[in-house]
Structures are given as C-alpha cells and as structure tokens.
C-alpha cells in the first residue's frame, strides 16, 4: 500500500509562509501538488522564500517540485508492509539513518532564515518562523518525512550543481596521486636541509605545505566519486553513483528504480537512455 498526502482541495497546496518576505523575495504565489511529501513541501515553499538569491534556484525548485518522477520515488518510500491481506503502519524500507540528524539537518534553514530575520531586527517576524515550522499541515517530523526531505535537499543541490561532488575514473585518479607523491618526497628532502641549515622557520613552512599536501593525497578518494571501467557518459555515472549510496545511507538499501527516476530529475539535459545498465553495472543484484 501507499501513503498518500490528504489535503482538501484542488490538488494543489499553496505556500504557508507567503507573509515571509526579504528583500529577494519572489513576487509569484507557489503551490505544489499534493503528492509531495508534507514536509518536502514545507521545505520548498520556505526555500522559495529567498531563491532569487541563488541564480536558477526558482526555477530548478519549481521543476523538481512538479516532476512527476519524483512522485514514483515518494510512493516507493512511504509503501507500508501488508500481512495477513492487510495493510500495516509498518513501512516498506523503514529510514536506517539517525533521526537526531536527519531532524537538526531539516530545521537547519528554519533557523538560518530566523538569524536573518533577528539580524535585520524583525523579532515578531522571528518568532512567528520559528513557531510555524514545520507548518501544521505537517504534524510532528518522524524519520520517513524527514529523509524524503534530506533526500529533495541532496536533490535540489545535484540538480543546480552548487554541491555536485566531482567524477573521476580510478586511472585518472591514480594519475593525480602519482603526481603529489613526488611533490611530498621533495618537500620532506627540503625541510631537512634547511634545518640542517639552521633555517628553522623556513623549515616550519615547508613543513606546512607539506602537511597540506599529504592531507590532500588522503582527501583525493573523498573529493571524487571514484568510478571502475564501465560504459556510458561519466556525469550520469557518478549521478547512478552518488544517489545509488545515498539511498542505501537512509534506508539501508539502494532502491535501484528510485535512483534511475532520481537520476532524470538530477540531470534533466544529459542524455539517460542507459540508467539501468549502469546500476546493474555498480550495484549487482548481490547488493542492497
């Protein structure tokens, strides 16, 4: 079964927090269909509150708050379990991740947005924040609306490409740590020379750089997704990559048909004719 949202009307939810306003506000009246998940929608409606400030952002909000292929990866995820021909409140791929963190990452722009509005000594306009989010439609946050959240958030970034993690092959990146070693090997025969030298500050300075350069070498593998030999364009690759571990990361499985709707919506230009060969390809049937 299902979880549907309820919300009396024409199918459309319209923004709560229209009275919030800031000097980059958008002029335009949201809504959002009523199948997004009540608090994604929060989350949207609030972030469209300053998205001019980010170029593009209203725009990619505005699509991914419509686009329907999100609305398959919300039905997978609020699925509950049927036993006995019934259904349950038990649900289909229960959230693995940490509540706390899931609930401090979702009430994060609530507060970000509420520092700004003390900062401009807007108090009532603070405190009136603060009370109504999440907004009463919502109820109280539990985990599968908080990841679905998380999840829009991870979305949202991908898509406007503010916070795409970079992609790179391991041949490519071995070739990149090929290059620092030798670097650091140097650095290491200069700074003892120049003890021996009896330059001790100039030695403490290499030793900086240095250090800078050997924590690089061990951040490579964390700046990149690193991918194995396979077919297929490189970014859409990496997009299978990252939403694939993220979706294992929340729910403890990586929920293959969600990450091939989740790749469309991340990367609405690329061409995605071969999502699913290259999920077979990095996520075998052997794993979650």
């Known amino acids: 079964m299902v979880v549907k949202q309820t919300h009396i009307g024409s199918g459309l939810r319209f923004n709560p927090y229209q009275w919030l ?7 335009e009246t949201i ?6 998940p009540d608090h994604v929608a929060d989350l949207i409606f609030l972030l469209s509150r300053r998205a001019p400030r980010v170029p593009g952002r209203f ?9 329907t292929n999100l609305e398959i990866v919300w039905d997978e995820i609020f ?12 649900y289909l791929h229960p959230v693995r991740a940490n509540e706390k963190y899931l609930l401090r990452e979702y009430l ?25 989010f999440p907004s009463t439609n919502s109820g109280i946050p539990n985990s599968q609306q908080l990841a679905a959240a998380y999840l829009f958030s991870a979305l949202l970034y991908y898509a406007e490409d503010t916070h795409r ?11 990149d740590q090929k290059q620092v070693v030798p670097l650091i090997r140097d650095l290491k025969v200069s700074a003892s020379k120049l003890r021996k030298l009896g330059l001790k500050k100039e030695a403490e300075q290499v030793d900086a750089i240095l250090a800078r350069c050997e924590k690089h070498l061990h951040q490579l593998k964390d700046i990149y997704i690193v991918l194995g030999r396979g077919k297929g364009n490189l970014q859409v690759r990496g997009c299978v990559v990252h939403f694939g571990e993220l979706m294992h990361e929340l729910f403890g499985k990586r929920l293959k048909g969600c990450v091939e709707r989740l790749v469309h919506c991340a990367l609405p230009d690329q061409d995605v004719k071969n999502v699913n060969a ?3 390809n990095h996520f075998p049937p052997s794993a979650n």
Do not use: G
């Open 108 to 132: 994060a722009l609530r507060d970000h947005y509420v520092e700004i509005l003390r900062n401009e000594r807007r108090s009532l306009d603070a405190e009136r924040l603060a009370s109504s």
């Open 21 to 27: 306003n800031f000097n980059e506000t958008a002029a």
């Open 79 to 90: 699925k509950t379990r049927r036993e006995n021909y019934k259904t349950t409140d038990d």
């Open 59 to 67: 725009d990619c909000l505005m699509r991914l708050a419509n686009d």
């Open 278 to 280: 290259i999920i077979r």
């Open 165 to 175: 993690p970079l992609v790179t092959t391991a041949k490519r990146l071995a070739t």
């Open 31 to 36: 809504a959002v269909p009523e199948w997004v």
